[in-house]
């Protein structure tokens, strides 16, 4: 596969919206859930990074959330169309949001990680903490990484 571009996008764009549909097919479908318009409307302050093949077309995003004492982001809501999984879009988005926080002076990422992500996230430098959790009626562990600047 052809090497895609990752970079951010705004919230309210066509982008953000093929972005909640790809985060619709991937995550939530599967498990029964949709977004609501509550929901959807708490991220207008995130920042909002997509992986693009050559055309433009959105391959793959992710959701960084600042935490309160902003020395932290949640990663959140990464997504990878079916079709291109396992071809490196997943760790092109996340190597991309580390320097980008690294850029915003933010020391840590954390992540609630599904278990079936686990390893994914274990192989880019990411550490459990504390035990495994429900969430969204699937297993989960908390997952965080100092970055260095």
């Known amino acids: 596969m052809e090497k895609g571009t990752v970079r951010p996008f705004q919230f309210g764009t066509e982008i953000h919206q ?3 549909e790809l985060r619709l097919e991937i995550l939530r479908k599967p498990l029964g859930l949709a ?15 997509g992986y693009f093949d050559s055309k433009g077309d959105l ?10 004492d902003q020395t932290q982001l949640k990663m ?5 169309k079916k079709s291109v999984q396992g071809q490196g879009i997943g ?10 926080a690294i850029e915003k002076g933010i020391q ?3 992540l609630n990680a599904r278990a079936t992500a686990v390893s994914f996230y274990l192989q880019l ?3 459990c903490e504390g035990e ?17 600047s």
């Open 18 to 20: 093929k972005a909640i």
């Open 35 to 49: 977004f609501s318009d509550e929901f959807l409307e708490k991220e207008k302050n995130d920042w909002h990074v």
């Open 59 to 68: 391959l793959g995003c992710l959701i960084l959330t600042p935490v309160e």
């Open 76 to 80: 959140r809501q990464v997504a990878v």
């Open 91 to 100: 760790s092109d988005l996340v190597r991309f949001s580390e320097l980008f």
């Open 108 to 110: 840590t990422i954390v």
């Open 125 to 127: 430098g990411y550490n």
């Open 132 to 148: 495994p959790f429900e969430e969204v009626g699937i297993p989960h562990r908390k997952m965080t990484k100092q970055l260095r």
